[in-house]
């Protein structure tokens, strides 16, 4: 299974770009990387998702490096709201669905007016 | 399109009671998964269901955990006897074979406290 490493917490204020970095050393050739949100007393968000290169969709972009053995959420212009924890995973995506997903602590963001 | 239910939202019961927790996931979704998560931890997988089968309970403490998933709809997660430590959050969440990024949709959890 490919462990990921993220920071434990972040600090931004409003209207900045954030940018969060994951660590997965050892991402196997098929594991796609995935992102996920998290707010108080909610269930996790799906945000993003890729596999290599770059993603954007309408709340976030993810940069992914050609050796794939880290990758990068970027939010941009940061509100309040986005204040939560925001998790890093990978997986094999196979015909059954992604299987053995493990979710890290997460980092911590705290957006500030 | 309705999320995925959970009940109930909240329950406190006395260690070494017994508890269910109820899950009917979004319509269609033919995988169904079951999480623990403990304050200030990410999910922790327990047990994943493709229809009403089993794919995953690897991690599944299976001396006092129990889920099964009738029919392929509904799910149920059972704790018995309870411990002080199964206090957390039991997350369910379900996916579509049909959604090439398998993107899973939690539910609100049930927040489980044993005393």
């Known amino acids: 299974l490919a462990k990921t490493t993220q920071p434990i917490s972040m600090d931004s204020y409003e209207g900045q770009e954030v940018n969060i970095t994951c660590s997965h050393n050892?991402?196997?050739?098929?594991?796609?990387i995935t992102w996920y949100q998290q707010f108080p007393s909610q269930g996790p968000r799906f945000i993003i998702q890729?596999?290599?290169t770059k993603v954007t969709n309408e709340v976030a972009s993810l940069f992914i490096p050609a050796d794939r053995k880290s990758s990068t959420l970027s939010l941009p212009r940061v509100s309040l709201s986005d204040t939560a924890v925001y998790y890093c995973?990978?997986?094999?995506?196979?015909?059954?669905?992604?299987?053995?997903?493990?979710f890290g602590t997460g980092t911590r963001l705290l957006v500030s007016p | 399109e309705a999320g995925v239910a959970q009940s109930p939202r909240y329950k406190i019961i006395e260690k070494r009671q017994s508890v269910a927790f109820w899950c009917n996931p979004i319509?269609?979704?033919?995988?169904l998964y079951w999480y623990q998560q403990i304050l200030g931890q990410g999910p922790k997988l327990l047990i994943q269901f493709q229809n009403n089968g089993v794919v995953d309970d690897s991690q599944l403490p299976k001396d006092r955990f129990s889920a099964e998933r009738l029919k392929g709809v509904d799910s149920t997660l059972k704790i018995q006897p309870a411990k002080l430590e199964d206090s957390a959050v039991y997350l369910c969440?379900?996916?579509?074979?049909?959604?090439?990024?398998?993107?899973?949709?939690f539910g609100p959890g049930t927040r489980l406290t044993v005393t």
């Open positions: 969440a379900s996916s579509s074979l049909r959604d090439t990024s398998y993107e899973q949709y």
């Open positions: 050892n991402i196997a050739t098929n594991d796609y």
């Open positions: 319509s269609g979704h033919a995988t």
């Open positions: 995973l990978v997986g094999d995506r196979g015909n059954t669905g992604f299987q053995k997903l493990v």
């Open positions: 890729g596999y290599k």
